[in-house]
């Protein structure tokens, strides 16, 4: 169990004690839009209690660089939930995101963004669209491992787990089945990048028969976000890799037409934070005319996550009703389409006097449909049987002409390990590459285990190996990297090369 089960079934023990929720006011119009969002909530009988911290621009101002106060961090630790209005980065050196702070610090590995279109009070061109974008949020390319790695070369790792890909997949099917939701779409490049790609996609195909009331299926993320962008109504949750997921989350929110709407969520195993998806708006601050919506939207989503399902139902429905009648903040606010202006703190009182009352244009809040719970179990690891059958030796060589360095390199051996091949960026250029191929001076050279009847990728020490790198290094050839070659329970652990 989780230290966020055995908290919220602790709460759950007396169920009139508020769930504890670490509330930051934030920056700009975050103060602001807080109150409203926390009146309605509280009006709609939301069992929580706020313990409110201290994050954003005062704290930087002062001198500490992360944004957050000690304090706060042991309010978040108690309390495991946090509701955020928006901050201000202060612009200059120094200052370190502090929502990537979070996100990184507390684990917060799925970042969860529901977008639904709110036409005609809001404009976009897909009025039936409603859809959860579900990213994850700590791996692929994000994890800043960058180098250069010769004159003109440089790489950024692409980092995918097997826990990492387990955890958000079924994060994605048990928020569908939690929340009413039909259809779990993943989106990845897999067809490119088959190892790692291919991993979340496998774990996707593995995860999704336990799920069988609910639809799944796969779609290659380019032709993915393209449909999305052109029916988004045929989607409904979405999963993908964290790269994928920046960007179609934010297509989703803007062909939605409400990013000032939408809230979101970074769910990790303990702790959990909710905010909108907008900025501080300083422009606007202390004017009492910011929209809250966003904020609320991402309280809804709260409600749900710590199971007052019924609550976040009545505060969708009253704010849905709200829109509806056509009382708008002037962000929002069209001619001929809103009945009125309001400003923040009265827009908050007319969703308040609509509690209880339903939608008629837009479909009912269905949070409670589902099994408002989500469990995501920890992972565990099958051991599999790994063996050295080879190594990828990139060396810095300025030449052009593949056959030189094959040529060269064929001549090295080291007990089993032979040349195999020569790629540059990827593609075969030793033996029999093409003259059209523009070689850089980033050379991957592929060195096997060769057994006695001529087998390529026969195990091999890595005393081998070592001994190969001397002889290269013998040679005058600039080692810059090399990468092991594995199989895992006798299967490949690597690509091979175009062409190989
Ligand atoms: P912004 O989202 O704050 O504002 C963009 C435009 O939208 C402005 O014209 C603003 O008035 C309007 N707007 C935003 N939210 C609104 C609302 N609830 N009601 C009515 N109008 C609204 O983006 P901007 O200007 O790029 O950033 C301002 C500050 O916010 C920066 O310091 C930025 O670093 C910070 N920021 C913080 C985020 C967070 O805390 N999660 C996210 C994005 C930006
Ligand atoms: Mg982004």
């Known amino acids: 169990m989780s230290t966020l089960e055995a908290n919220q079934q602790e709460k759950s023990k ?60 042991k309010a978040i630790n108690a309390n495991k939930i946090i509701f955020k209005a928006p901050i201000t980065t202060p612009q200059g050196k120094g200052y370190k995101s502090l929502n990537v702070t979070l996100r990184k610090s507390l684990g917060l590995f799925a970042n969860v963004r529901p977008v639904q279109a709110l036409t005609p009070y809001v404009p976009s061109h897909f009025p039936e669209m409603d859809v959860v974008v579900i990213r994850e949020n700590e791996e692929d390319l994000y994890a800043g491992i960058e180098h250069r790695q010769t004159q003109d070369v440089y790489q ?21 089945r939690a929340f009413g939701r039909k259809k779990v779409t993943c989106m990845l490049k897999d067809n490119i990048m088959k190892i790692t790609d291919g991993l979340f996609h496998k774990v996707f195909d593995e995860i999704a028969p336990e799920y069988p009331e609910i639809t799944s299926e796969t779609q290659i993320i380019d032709i993915g976000s393209a449909r999305l962008a ?39 195993k303990n702790v959990a934070m909710f905010e909108a998806i907008h900025g501080s708006a300083p422009d606007i601050a202390g004017k009492n005319i910011a929209n809250p919506s966003g904020l609320l939207n991402a309280g809804i989503s709260l409600m749900a996550h710590i199971g007052q399902t019924e609550v976040g139902d009545k505060v969708k429905n009253a704010w849905l009703r709200t829109l509806e009648e056509g009382y708008h903040t002037a962000d929002i606010y069209r001619e001929g389409v809103s009945k009125q202006k309001l400003g923040t703190k009265a827009f908050a009182d007319r969703v308040i006097s609509n509690l209880g009352k339903k939608p008629s244009h837009f479909n009912e809040s269905e949070l409670s449909k589902g099994k408002g719970q989500i469990n995501v179990p920890d992972y565990a690891r099958k051991e599999q049987k790994k063996e050295l059958v080879g190594i990828d030796v990139f060396i810095d060589w300025k030449g052009t002409d593949p056959d030189i360095i094959g040529n060269a390199l064929e001549k090295i051996e080291a007990y089993k390990l032979r040349l195999k091949m020569i790629t540059n960026r990827g593609v075969k250029v030793f033996p029999n590459g093409l003259e059209e191929t523009y070689c850089t001076d980033h050379w991957r ?29 013998a040679a005058n050839f600039d080692v810059i990297k090399t990468e092991n070659l594995y199989n895992f329970d006798e299967k490949r652990g690597f690509s091979l090369g175009q062409g190989e």
């Open 230 to 268: 052109a029916k988004p109504e045929d989607y409904d949750v979405i999963v993908t890799a964290n790269l994928y997921g920046d960007i179609i989350s934010d297509i989703a929110a803007e062909i939605g037409g409400s990013v000032g709407m939408c809230g979101s969520a970074n769910i990790g």
């Open 156 to 176: 950024c790792l692409k980092l995918i787990t097997r826990p990492g890909c387990e955890r958000i997949v079924r994060y994605a099917f048990e928020y569908a």
């Open 445 to 473: 050279c592929r060195f096997v285990g060769v057994d006695q009847d001529n087998t390529s990728y026969a195990p091999i020490e890595f005393d081998h190996v070592l001994a190969l790198l001397s002889k290269i290094s």
């Open 14 to 73: 007396d169920l009139n004690s508020p769930v504890k929720i670490a509330v930051a006011n934030g920056d700009g119009i975050g103060p602001e839009i807080m109150d409203a969002t926390l009146k309605i909530l509280n009006a709609a009988g939301a069992n929580i209690e706020p313990d409110f911290i201290e994050l954003g621009e005062k704290v930087y101002l002062s001198g500490n660089t992360s944004g957050i106060e000690d304090s706060s961090w």
